[in-house]
């Protein structure tokens, strides 16, 4: 399995996990806001980040495209 994909399951576990998601609506948020596309294109530097910045990111991201 490509790092990417890893990388992409393990940021949406632990988002799931932060706000006591179920896995699917973990996964739905991440699909409407395009967060799975948004972590790859930045793959290379949220890699080196903690899981609590990472999740922290993507609540950003979301929220700007509320």
């Known amino acids: 399995m490509p790092e990417v994909v890893r990388f992409k ?10 706000h006591n998601l179920a896995g699917k609506d ?3 948020l ?3 806001y395009g967060v799975l596309d948004y972590i790859e294109s930045f793959y290379d530097v ?3 980040f903690g899981d609590k910045y990472i999740v922290s990111d993507i609540d950003e991201f979301i929220e700007a495209r509320r």
């Open 9 to 18: 399951i393990f940021c949406l576990e632990r988002y799931k996990y932060t």
């Open 26 to 28: 973990a996964l739905r």
């Open 30 to 32: 991440f699909k409407e």
């Open 46 to 48: 949220l890699h080196s």
